[in-house]
């Protein structure tokens, strides 16, 4: 059975994000945003019913706005997923399995919470550490906290930056318009 593109594509971020979903909506979020700009821009600049003059204020609008999109999107919630899964893997936060090991273990537990702490490496040497438990808990917290990043930055920090950018954009745009002279009438 031969494979469509799709499904080739499906199969390789399913391999490559299995373990670590927070990543892939990191990943794909930050490619959907670049795309719908792309295709925002393109049809703003082929489009034959918009004028030279509209399409010179509005295609690098569009391209100010994709940069914020883009970066706003993919700073705040890298951000996000790095500083939880951090907390993570120093117990800052933990599942009760991994709790219990960690107090039991009189010299994990005077670390938890600690940047020295890396229950990554902790689970390594240890046979006994509730790796499932651990791992489960990480993928959650990550992803519920990227979630909750990307709605953030999607639907407030953006729009705020944008509007900002895009209102001093215009004032400068307007200001340098060639003004009609005093002696024509409108």
Same mark, same amino acid.
């Given at each position: 059975m031969v494979s469509s593109p799709l499904q080739k594509g499906l199969e390789w971020v399913y391999q490559n994000? #299995?373990?670590?979903?927070?990543?892939m909506l990191v990943v794909t979020g930050t490619?959907?945003?670049?795309l719908s700009s792309l295709a925002q821009i393109f049809a703003l600049a082929v489009?034959?019913? @918009?004028?030279?003059?509209? #399409?010179?204020? !509005?295609?690098?609008?569009e391209f100010l706005d994709a940069v914020v999109n883009i970066g706003s999107f993919f700073l705040i919630t890298q951000s996000a997923k790095k500083i939880i899964s951090k907390m993570a893997s120093t117990g800052k936060i933990a599942p009760?399995?991994?709790? /219990?090991?960690?107090?039991?273990?009189?010299?994990?537990?005077?670390?938890?919470?600690?940047?020295s702490? /890396? !229950? /990554?490496?902790? !689970?390594?040497?240890?046979?006994?550490?509730?790796?499932?438990?651990?791992?489960?808990? #990480?993928?959650?917290a990550t992803t519920v906290g990227t979630v909750g990043?990307?709605?953030?930055?999607?639907?407030?920090?953006?729009?705020? @930056?944008?509007?900002?950018?895009?209102?001093?954009?215009q004032k400068k745009y307007l200001n340098n318009r060639p003004q009609p002279s005093a002696s024509m009438k409108v």
């Open positions: 994000f #299995k373990k670590n979903t927070a990543t490619v959907g945003w670049a489009n034959p019913k @918009i004028s030279k003059e509209q #399409k010179s204020f !509005l295609v690098p609008q009760q399995k991994v709790r /219990d090991f960690l107090n039991k273990n009189k010299v994990y537990g005077e670390q938890t919470g600690k940047l702490l /890396d !229950l /990554d490496k902790v !689970l390594k040497n240890e046979p006994k550490f509730p790796t499932e438990s651990y791992y489960t808990f #990480k993928n959650i990043a990307s709605v953030l930055s999607s639907n407030i920090v953006t729009p705020i @930056i944008r509007n900002t950018i895009a209102s001093d954009v």
